[in-house]
């Protein structure tokens, strides 16, 4: 399993200290609404996310690795979500960079970039 799949799954089992085994602590966030500098402004955000889109699956597809060192990886993909809000099943696209550094032998996301796409 390569770090990009861990990520997915631990974003889809909607617990952030999941996510925070393998997020950089100087990690920074472009969502499309805000930018998130702290982990705690990370994790905030993740878990509104979760309450507002309930049993939400998120998936990557398309993805194109566009950097590869021994110290650093970043790619590129189209998220796809899925989930519940009010009840009513809701599901969107859009499109991602994530940014993976490599950190006392170990890779860490340290820089995600969501936004839609383009129309």
Not at 5 to 15: E, G, L, P, R, V
Request: glycine fraction near 2%.
């Amino acid at each position: 399993m390569n770090i990009l799949d861990t990520y997915i799954k631990a974003t889809n089992s909607h617990d952030f200290k999941e996510i925070e085994k393998i997020l950089h602590p100087d990690a920074v966030y472009f969502f499309t609404d805000k930018t998130c500098k702290t982990v705690r402004e990370i994790q905030d955000y993740f878990e509104n996310a979760w309450n507002t889109v309930k049993d939400e699956n998120y998936e990557a597809h398309d993805v194109n690795w566009i950097f590869k060192s021994e110290q650093s990886i970043t790619c590129t993909y189209t998220y796809f979500y899925e989930g519940y809000v009010n009840n009513k099943y809701a599901s969107g696209r859009g499109r991602a960079t994530n940014v993976f550094v490599k950190k006392s032998n170990r890779w860490l996301l340290i820089h995600e970039h969501l936004s839609p796409l383009p129309s």
